[in-house]
């Protein structure tokens, strides 16, 4: 998923948090102030929840586990947005799917995971209600035995925390996209802000993708073309289902569109997991979709575009 640049609009765009961060404002001067407050947001949240530093919060969980522990006020805001993404789709976007990736060899930074390795088993996801989390008291307790992940849930809520705070502190419109989840606050640019929708935030589709305009809200895509490995010579991803510990299948990529980056993150994570029933699942809840099917196939749900060329855009 890309933005286009308008003639307005000034981009900036760095490596961050194993992705690619991208930044545009319709303000050019403002830049400088809004890549800070990006780049700071970033680093809060790698110390925060990276599962690949040992001097991180969640990896302090785990050595503490079997203790209640209090946590920063910003792992507080991850932790509810994981448990509340868990609570909405009945565990199919499940912060204990750490120990899962673990499972499958996902332990270290993608880059510097083997082309291949022993064959796994699948190991399902320990269950998200067994972390005992008390929010007044913004206390965990971990149980022995569990790792988190909360990388997709956290990196579309700081996609909406940046660009909130980029539009407050500099007073203009703002795009902040990480990897594919894109978020946008203040006022947008005439036409919208107009985004390539694609299986792949880094290249456009084989066939060329769609453009689509957002104006408010966020926008995520989820799936299993990136991140790719091999264990036993099957292909794994870093998509799983929870409640089995395998890799899904069915869809390459979701593309949702909500009220809020993260909604659209659960949404469209939840949507690869479930399979053939995701467009019933989006379309329940009124959230325009485009979903690939492995063989190329485009669905759109609940008002997507259905079959616009790139260049078409929703307001």
Not at 193 to 200: A, E, I, N, Q, S
Not at 276 to 301: K, M
């Amino acid at each position: 998923m890309t933005a286009a640049v308008a003639d307005t609009v000034t981009e900036v765009r760095f490596p961050a948090i194993g992705t690619t961060a991208v930044l545009l404002v319709t303000e050019p001067a403002a830049a400088p102030v809004a890549a800070a407050v990006l780049r700071a947001h970033l680093a809060d949240l790698d110390r925060a929840c990276s599962r690949f530093r040992a001097d991180s919060e969640i990896r302090g969980l785990e050595r503490t586990a079997g203790s209640p522990v209090p946590v920063s006020p910003l792992l507080a805001e991850i932790l509810d947005t994981a448990l509340r993404a868990a609570e909405l789709t009945d565990g199919l976007v499940d912060p204990t799917v750490g120990t899962t990736m673990a499972a499958i060899g996902y332990d270290r930074d993608f880059a510097a995971l083997p082309v291949d390795g022993p064959a796994v088993v699948p190991l399902p996801a320990p269950g998200w209600w067994r972390i005992g989390w008390n929010p007044r008291r913004r206390e965990v307790l971990l149980p022995r035995g569990i790792a988190l992940d909360l990388g997709a849930t956290a990196k579309a809520l700081a996609a909406d925390r940046a660009a909130a705070r980029i539009a407050d502190t500099a007073g203009c419109g703002v795009l902040v996209s990480l990897g594919g989840d894109l978020a946008v606050a203040g006022p947008h640019p005439a036409d919208g802000w107009r985004v390539l929708v694609g299986d792949d935030h880094t290249r456009p589709d084989p066939d060329g993708g769609q453009t689509v305009a957002i104006v408010s809200g966020g926008l995520a895509t989820s799936g299993t073309t990136r991140r790719r490995w091999r264990r036993g010579g099957e292909v794994v991803h870093h998509i799983v289902d929870p409640r089995t510990g395998a890799a899904p299948g069915g869809w390459r990529a979701v593309s949702v569109a909500a009220a809020s980056c993260v909604d659209a993150n659960i949404a469209s994570t939840a949507s690869v997991v479930l399979g053939a029933s995701a467009p019933g699942w989006l379309a329940e809840r009124g959230l325009p979709a485009r979903l690939v099917a492995d063989g190329g196939r485009v669905c759109t749900v609940a008002g997507w575009p259905a079959g616009a060329p790139a260049g078409a855009g929703t307001g």
